[in-house]
């Protein structure tokens, strides 16, 4: 009879070491693969890579929130590199940051599509387990009021900004940190802090009086408008319904423009490939290992910012394979 039982005891334990090793993958881990890749989302490492499929979801009671989206991710690294592809659906490719002549004035409003990813810079409270859902201050009514923060003071998050109008163009994703202190309490942004860096990046494209855009694109009807080669207004060309965008932009040299970025956009769905050092070598960075595994969370948003995302609902972890 022991021996019996002893056998049991030993196929269960067998059954559970073979369902471990050649079980379903965990749904809330991303296996990076070895292997080199590119900025081409068509590129073939891509055919073998694990897809890791996050189920987004709108914050309840947000108006015009991005509706509830499917984001699919792979990740692909080698000895110094890491390569993530994200793809999602989005009906409309929006870059409408612009201004707006009417025939008298002109008038700035407008969005563009984004996707952002936290990751821990430090040990972040929770967010092992709550994702990007530990970094949401929401206990005002009004959700104007909300605003996104690291649980304490010291403590950091690495924010990726992936920007359709104001980075894609120019071919990198917006890099940022999080920290534990409202700068300025009437500034719900201001916990949010850009990477350093030497020069660069985006800058408001507007007269001196705020109230017109300065410059224009070479070609009217451009969505963007990258600072080399912006010229000033031509008052002969701005006709009723001219739109002109919001931003002069420049990819930035230093940490803030360390994450390289190309996308395509084709049948309703945007498909992005970003790229960076496993080690930065920035301290406004969060620094990969291989042999650890880190948690993070995603969302997108849909010509919208703020809180007008679809956001990961639990803690993701990517894993070096």
Known sequence: MRRYAAGILFALATMLVLSGCGGEPDPSTLEAVKGTASLDVA????????????????IDGIEGATPAATIKVQAVYNDTDIWMRFE??????????????????????????????????????????????????DTA????????????????????????????????????????????????????????????GYSANASEDGKSPAFMPPNLGSAVLIKSEAVPIDVSMITDGVQIPRELIERPIGSRGDIDSMAVYDNATWITVMH????????DDVQFNPARSYPFGVAVFDNAGGFKHAISQEALFLKFK
């Open 141 to 200: 009514d009004n959700p104007d009021e909300w605003y996104m923060i690291s649980p304490k003071d010291g403590q950091r998050a690495d924010n990726w900004h992936w920007k359709a109008q104001r980075a894609l163009p120019v071919g990198y994703v917006d890099d940022k940190w999080l920290g534990g202190v409202l700068e300025d309490p009437t500034d719900v942004e201001s916990a949010n802090h850009g990477d350093s860096k030497d020069s660069g």
């Open 43 to 58: 590129n073939a490492v891509w055919s073998s890579a694990p897809v890791l499929t996050v189920a987004a979801a709108p």
């Open 88 to 137: 999602w659906p989005d009906p409309t490719k929006s870059q409408t940051r612009l201004w707006t002549y009417d025939g008298t004035s002109w008038s700035k409003g407008g969005n563009e599509d984004r996707l952002g990813l936290y990751w821990q810079i430090s040990t972040l409270d929770k967010f092992g387990t709550k994702g990007c859902n530990a970094l949401c201050h």
């Open 276 to 283: 960076r050092k496993l080690d930065t070598g920035n301290n």
